[in-house]
């Protein structure tokens, strides 16, 4: 069973910068593209950036400019850089890979931007 762990998150100022990372367990990155994805309080998680195996990357538009998604498949580990920070940004963020059967959601980790 594929076990992900998102962290760096935490409190942090608007205009200020984050980097987030999500490692899987097991050599199982190979292949699969991954995302990144956000979820608010009452809402749905949804996709804020995408990397493919070899370092394509695609950004939905609210998040364009200011997050940057990078992977190290020898780490199993993925990375979201998130510039500027604003308050929208606030929410819980997982990774997991793009497939319609994803692995087990692993627990986020929390981003809290204060104005």
């Known amino acids: 069973q594929v076990q992900l762990t998102e962290s760096g998150g935490g409190l942090v100022q608007a205009g200020g910068s984050l980097t987030l990372s999500c490692t899987a367990s097991?050599?199982?990155?190979?292949?699969?593209?991954m995302a990144w994805y956000q979820q608010k309080p009452g809402d749905a998680r949804r996709s804020v950036a995408a990397?493919?195996?070899?370092?394509?990357?695609m950004y939905e538009d609210f998040v364009k400019d200011r997050f940057t998604a990078t992977r190290d498949n020898a780490k199993n580990t993925v990375y979201l850089r998130i510039d500027d920070l604003k308050e929208d940004d606030t929410g819980t963020y997982f990774c997991?890979?793009?497939?319609?059967?994803?692995?087990?959601w692993g627990p986020g980790t929390q981003v809290t931007v204060s104005s």
């Open positions: 997991n890979k793009v497939d319609f059967k994803p692995w087990p």
């Open positions: 990397i493919t195996t070899k370092g394509m990357t």
């Open positions: 097991g050599d199982v990155f190979t292949g699969n593209t």
